[in-house]
């Protein structure tokens, strides 16, 4: 399967643990996005990458949040000292730099704070 | 401040019969619109787009329409099909920069037999 892997699918953790989740996008795929989805929600935008550069990040990622795409290859994020308000979906997209805009999404991992 | 806006939670159509959801925007800097497809468990999938230089796209079963006056599309899946039960999302973005998506709430289809 060469789509967009995410890794784990589910996270439970208690309040206050750091947590930290991998995102392996298509192989030729040099923009890579996180968005996190709430219940009844569409997804929202967290932050994306070019190659290893983190070009944009939205306000809705406070300085708990931290990304990484280390090569330019797959990604990371991490949520330190999780709140329970950060429970959601997190979900990975990555695309082509080009004029089509579709973006392939992976499974997402859930993250439940207890 | 909900930039893109799907104002039907839910859409019971019969098989066979023609599905049509509706999407609303706010930001007329928007000038490229993707529709998605999720099931429960998965990420969402691309079902089909259009540029805003375009008022219409068709894709098989999959028709979308597009009114910049009314800052307005629709997608019309025709025959509809029991596979087609899930959740559709819209979404917005521009040709340049980040390309980021804004998406709506979703509208849950289901169709029946």
């Known amino acids: 399967d060469t789509g967009v892997s995410q890794d784990p699918r589910h996270k439970i953790t208690k309040r206050g643990q750091n947590v930290t989740f991998r995102c392996d996008p298509i192989s030729e795929h040099n923009r890579l996005y996180w968005y996190r989805q709430t219940l009844g929600q569409g997804p929202e935008f967290l932050t994306y990458f070019q190659n290893e550069a983190q070009l944009e990040k939205s306000r809705l990622l406070s300085d708990r949040f931290s990304a990484e795409r280390p090569k330019g290859s797959f990604s990371t994020l991490e949520i330190q000292r999780t709140e329970q308000g950060d429970s959601a979906m997190y979900l990975c997209?990555?695309?082509?730099?080009?004029?089509?805009?579709?973006?392939?999404f992976g499974p997402g991992t859930r993250l439940t704070v207890l | 401040d909900q930039q893109v806006k799907q104002n039907s939670p839910s859409l019971s159509v019969q098989e066979g019969r023609i599905s049509i959801l509706n999407c609303d925007y706010t930001n007329s800097m928007f000038d490229y619109f993707l529709w998605y497809k999720k099931y429960p468990a998965e990420g969402p999938t691309f079902l089909i787009s259009?540029?805003?230089?375009?008022d219409k796209n068709e894709d098989g079963r999959f028709t979308v329409f597009l009114n910049k006056s009314a800052k307005h599309l629709s997608l019309h899946i025709v025959p509809s099909q029991p596979g087609d039960s899930a959740v559709y999302f819209c979404?917005?973005?521009?040709?340049?920069?980040?390309?980021?998506?804004?998406f709506g709430q979703g509208t849950r289809l289901t169709i029946n037999p």
């Open positions: 259009i540029s805003s230089i375009k």
């Open positions: 979404a917005a973005t521009t040709e340049g920069g980040a390309q980021k998506l804004v």
């Open positions: 997209a990555s695309s082509l730099a080009r004029s089509s805009n579709e973006q392939f």
